[in-house]
């Protein structure tokens, strides 16, 4: 018994295991206030991003533009999940990506209208199935398709890949992996939409406000498929995909509203818990009890 007893006494005592401590209410409250500080920064960001690309472009500037966080969005929707958050920091950068590409979508479409009148083809036709054709918007057309699209598709994955990884590490075999599904998929896209537009627009000028919905549509569909990841076509016909955010009137682009959400959420709870901080510094201790007062004892 007095082993025994010894050995207890002796044996080294468990150490507790110690819970984690809550996080403090100023802690709670600076994480709160930080995460809502970036989102709206990021906010910021893409949205001038996007009024920075209309105003130097109008509406050709939008339509690139607001297509690239759009179409990202609906990508994350178009996944099997469909569960994946589409979070400020996408929309940043998808927004600054897309404001960067409109460039070289505006000059490129503008140089290949103007290819027919430096070599003279403008106002020559020719005879097709016993009709006379204008030759100048087959050229454009062509040109949109075989020379444009596969210069825009090897300029969108570097410019993609540096925005959204911000290094250049990796970026070689992201390219070779990626650029022919995407050319092949926008060559097919563009054959029934932007080369026939283009063409139109140049054959009939008059006509070009009225192909902005296609060339919208075409924005936002080129960006989808351009996307290296894995989505369910199928998705892209369900009106979910679509609808819930932008039905919401607060939503600028995709992705915006949910965004925005959370911010003012974010700030609201910050700005009550920053509140509730400073006034408990301030309040007064609560006065002592005054003692209670002896009562007789009857004799």
């Known amino acids: 018994m007095a082993e025994t007893l010894e050995q207890k006494v002796n044996a080294p005592q468990e150490k507790k295991e110690e819970k984690p401590k809550a996080p403090t209410t100023l802690k709670s409250v600076v994480n709160k206030s930080w995460s809502a500080i970036k989102a709206s920064t990021n906010v910021l960001l893409g949205t001038g991003a996007v009024v920075g690309a209309t105003a130097l472009f109008g509406l050709d500037g939008l339509v690139t533009a607001a297509s690239f966080p759009i179409g990202a969005r609906i990508v994350k929707k178009a996944k099997k999940d469909g569960k994946e958050e589409f979070t400020s920091g996408n929309f940043r950068d998808e927004a600054i990506t897309g404001a960067l590409f409109t460039p070289a979508v505006w000059y490129g479409f503008n140089i290949v209208k103007q290819i027919p009148k430096a070599f003279g083809l ?9 009709y006379s054709v204008p030759v100048s918007p087959i050229v454009v057309g062509g040109l949109a398709l075989g020379a444009l699209v596969p210069t825009l598709v090897a300029l969108y994955y570097p410019l993609n890949y ?12 992201y390219f070779k992996k990626n650029y022919w599904p995407g ?3 926008n060559l097919v896209l563009t054959t029934f939409t932007s080369s026939p537009a283009a063409g139109l627009s140049y054959a009939v000028p008059a006509f070009a ?8 549509g075409a ?5 989808i498929l351009l996307s290296p990841e894995k989505i369910e076509y199928k998705r892209l016909l369900y009106p979910s ?3 819930p955010n932008f039905l919401n009137p607060f939503y600028l682009v995709s992705g915006t509203a949910s965004v925005a959400g959370k911010t003012y959420r974010g700030v609201a709870s910050a700005a009550y818990g920053i509140g509730s901080a400073i006034g408990s510094l ?3 201790a609560p006065a002592p009890a ?3 007062t002896p009562t007789a004892k009857p004799a």
Do not use: H
């Open 122 to 130: 403008d106002g020559m036709v020719t005879n097709i199935l016993g």
């Open 219 to 223: 924005s936002i569909l080129s960006r």
């Open 183 to 185: 050319l092949w998929k």
């Open 162 to 173: 540096i925005i959204q990884n911000k290094t250049f590490k990796g970026f070689r075999e």
């Open 290 to 292: 005054a003692p209670a």
């Open 241 to 243: 995909t679509y609808l």
């Open 209 to 216: 406000p009225y192909l902005f919905p296609v060339i919208a």
């Open 282 to 284: 301030f309040k007064k």
